[in-house]
């Protein structure tokens, strides 16, 4: 454990550095490549021209256009990205085996024991940097530390294009000036938490009893006390990506919703495309979980645990209707997004003694068969397909949803939480 | 209202109630509240969720009859830390002032109009049941009724007659448990055909306050009343229709095994660490010629076990995989020695029993692999 030498490789505004790549016109202009069009399109990465004025991820597009008028507005290709996450993740692997990818545009590498074989760290870091400039044509920044909190801290300290390194001596004291929002596992209201504790930077952080922590944040300050100190434990894991740990989908609506109905459908819509996942990858689940953003970005997530593992959408759809039913308040509802967890291979499970449980999932298997040959929309949930209901969908938020202009369904973010 | 009363009768009475009116943070603050209503030469106290009601009586010296309602877990906690024999109580300006030896007390409260109405029912053709009985065989089924409201049909547990017996169900639609009690009273035809199902939840209401003396049960379309002097508990049925469970109770078995009922659960009991996590399989053979039957799990985290017993093992070898947790609920709550374990195959229910005790039914479905 003592001793480790991790690097974190962070790509440098990873959409935006590959869609200038592929088109030398957008090459030193600021662009901003978004999930899909619409009212709500949110900003995925905005490029270091766009960002030096002041763009962030995760903006809402017309705010970044606001800021930044002249930037020209990319609809992001994911399949392109993921090809250059893999391509990547092949350079990384022929310094060391334990690469954990982190996100698709981050990566883990574990090189304690190949500085024989490729020299010190930051010669490790430079020849990384050179061979992803080389082949990819990309720029990263790198960070490296003693474990992976101060790596991934580091990488942000130097961008783009850079390389910091942290000596495991200068741990803790080097990361205690930055405000306690920079470290890891901080958002927003855990900053809000902690500056009511008067914790500001995270040397506070460090110097606030860690049992008061424990107590009002439970094993979560405890840990967050301990990255204080610098202390990270984990390892790096490179089959951590290989479990898929939750399966989810979130809509944003292009159109602020109050109609119950519609809530419901878009619940049941997203439900039946998490179903469609986990039974492609062979998976039920037992946690379901229901995240809902209103129009005033008052974000609310609540979930429940079922007695057994499912996959059937009615089943997760009905659970996470009833979770939406409990918790809403009647505020306009911007996003919606259901997910499953605590997942198990389906192999197994228990029989029901008033509903033929085999019986049914022969017919799924059935349905299953007929949409891997036609596609996922030629059989749907009833509730899903009446045709008066789509009309009505169309008139009220404007946008189709047929099969032929799928292309079309607006800001859909496919997310695999690995 | 004004009246004095022995401080142990006002305890019995505000005790058969508080836990109803402190058990639910309601978002209607006179649910936390007793009903008082004082009557010539009784206090009456009265409590509700909304899905139950739960009343019962003292008795008293009522000067002054009329009604108020207070805060019931602060009404209970006081009573029992006074040391006077003799409490009198009084409405005074929206206050309710207690008089004892140890000083006087007031506790703020609300008035009775705000209460809500509780459901009136008319005690007529009704039935009686012994407490003892009945206790036990809510308790029997309870345990399998997991109260989801996701489906409202086996939320509760089913209450029906046939013949001179009352029949209790309850299920979570893995497994089954169903007794039946006899019914004292002589009129026969009381439920009828009728099927009703009262909220799980109120059942284990039920049981917190319920004696063993007799208990009269009296039904509506909407709502059941059990009668034990002087309480009563009204709840209200669930509007649904009960699976129609007989059709799945097998009659034909293909394997039998009696076995050592303590034997048995800790066999299982010494096997369910290895099940998996989440599945709680553990896989049950059934081996006629060797007189055994072999219990295992296997979790690729923590191990594997085999553990053998002893059995008496009639039929066709055979084997299945159950909830380690549904089994051992059946068997602990099953009365008697022996426990005889009938199954047909992998995916059919299996039945649960005692000779001792015919009038339980433990019926439960295995894990298919």
Known sequence: MNNRTIVLIDMDAFFAQIEQQHNPALQGKPILVVGGPGRHAVVTTASYEAKRLGVKSAMALHQALQICPHALTIIGNPDKYIDYCFRLLNIYKEFTDLVEPYSVDEAFLDITHVQRLFGTPEQIGRKIKQRVKQELDLTCSIGIGPNKLIAKMAAEWQKPDGLVIVNPEQVPKIIWSFPVEEMIGVGPRMKIHLNGLGIKTIEDLAKYPGYMLKAKFGKYGEILHQFAWGIDTSVVDPKSFDQIKSVGHSYTMPKDVTDLELIKWYIYWLSSKVARRLEKEGLAGRTIHLSVRSADFNDFGVQTSIPEPTNYPQKIASVAYELFLKNYIGKSVRLLGVSVSNLSSQNQFQLDLFYDKPKMAQVLNSVAQVKNKYGDEIIQLAMILLQNKKRWVRQKVGCFLTNREKGHVFAENVELHR | ?369
């Open chain 2, 1 to 369: 209202m004004k009246g004095s009363f022995l401080r142990k009768n006002l305890i019995t009475g505000i005790n058969k109630i508080v836990h109803l009116a402190s058990s639910e943070k309601s978002s209607l603050p006179i649910l936390g509240n007793v009903l008082l209503q004082a009557e010539k030469g009784f206090l009456r106290f009265v409590a509700t969720n909304l899905e139950v009601a739960i009343e019962t009586q003292v008795r008293g010296k009522i000067d002054v009859p009329g009604s108020f309602t207070a805060p019931a877990s602060l009404f209970s906690n006081h009573l029992n830390f006074l040391n006077s024999e003799m409490v009198s109580l009084e409405v005074k300006g929206g206050d309710l002032f207690l008089e004892h030896k140890n000083g006087q007390t007031k506790i703020k409260g609300l008035p009775a109009d705000d209460f809500p109405i509780i459901p009136r029912l008319e005690k007529i053709g009704g039935f009686n049941v012994s407490g003892e009985e009945f206790k036990k065989a809510l308790q029997q089924v309870v345990i399998a009724c997991s109260g989801s409201e996701i489906r409202p049909e086996i939320s509760g547990i089913l209450f029906y007659q046939k013949e001179n017996k009352l029949f209790l169900v309850g299920t979570d639609s893995y497994r089954l448990a169903e007794k039946s009690i006899k019914i004292k009273s002589e009129a026969a035809k009381i439920i009828g055909e009728k099927r009703i199902i009262v909220p799980v939840k109120n059942c284990q209401e039920l049981l917190r306050i319920i004696e063993s003396t007799e208990i009269e049960i009296f039904f509506s379309e909407a709502q059941i009343l059990f009668t034990q002097e002087p309480t009563n508990i009204i709840s209200r049925l669930v509007q649904a229709e009960f699976p129609n469970y007989q059709e799945i109770i097998p009659s034909d078995f293909k394997t039998r095994a009696v076995v050592d009922k303590e034997e048995l659960i800790k066999t299982i009991r010494g096997a369910s660490p290895f099940s998996k996590t989440g599945i709680n399989d553990i896989f049950i053979e059934f081996l006629p010629e060797k007189s055994k039957i072999v219990v295992s799990s296997l979790n690729s985290q923590t191990g594997e076990a085999r553990l053998e017993i002893k059995a008496d093992v009639f039929g066709k070898k055979n084997s299945l995989s159950f909830n380690f947790r549904y089994i051992l609920e059946g068997l602990t709550n099953l009365v008697g020695n022996e426990v005889s374990l009938k199954i047909i195959d992998d995916s059919s229910p299996a039945v649960l029993q005692t000779s001792e005790e015919k009038e339980f039914l433990y019926l439960l479905m295995p894990i298919k692999a």
